[in-house]
């Protein structure tokens, strides 16, 4: 019930900015940015306070968050693709598995993929047990909360280069 009233908050707090900010299409992409970003930290937690931090560290590059994010789903990718490979060894190395894990799970906590860190922690524990079953549902757990981390990230990169192709147009003229 907290979490409702806190979202509603929000939400009204996007609305007074969209009432109080002068109209330009920069203004209203910036204010639909905000509320973007207030629905993706509300949305069951799949983005936390890294994620906010990353976005507001000083950049070199335009591109920063952009390259930053594509490099993480690339990483994120090949290393959720050799979980399941070894995951269906006939003899399966769960110290190598926990090795990758620990890696996937340290990048997502990094960059603010709560919910997908979440589920590398319970896979990390599936192998602890060396629970075959529980590892590859884990692993389908992980593999989701990634698709769902990635759809998220895909409506930030488009909004951030909407905004960066905004700001180049607005700064020739």
């Not at 890696?103 to 602890?128: D, N, P, T």
């Not at 698709?147 to 951030?160: G, Y």
Request: with cysteine; hydrophobic share 35%.
């Amino acid at each position: 019930m907290g979490g409702s009233n806190v979202w509603q908050e929000q939400r009204n707090f996007v609305k007074s900015l969209h009432e109080q900010v002068e109209y330009s299409p920069f203004s209203s992409l910036y204010l639909i940015w905000c509320d973007l970003i207030l629905n993706c930290n509300l949305d069951g937690g799949i983005l936390d306070s890294h994620f906010d931090e990353i976005l507001d560290l000083p950049r070199e590059s335009p591109q920063f968050v952009i390259d930053l994010v594509s490099t993480f789903c690339s990483d994120a990718e090949n290393a959720i693709a050799a979980l399941i490979r070894y995951l269906n060894e006939p003899d399966i190395n769960y110290s190598r598995i926990i090795d990758q894990v620990h890696q996937i799970r340290g990048a997502s906590s990094c960059i603010g993929g709560h919910r997908m860190a979440l589920a590398c922690r319970e896979l990390r524990y599936a192998c602890e047990d060396k629970d075959k079953d529980r590892c590859l549902a884990a692993c389908g757990k992980t593999r989701d909360e990634y698709q769902i981390l990635k759809e998220k990230f895909n409506i930030i990169l488009q909004m951030e280069r909407t905004m960066i192709s905004g700001e180049s147009k607005g700064g020739r003229q």
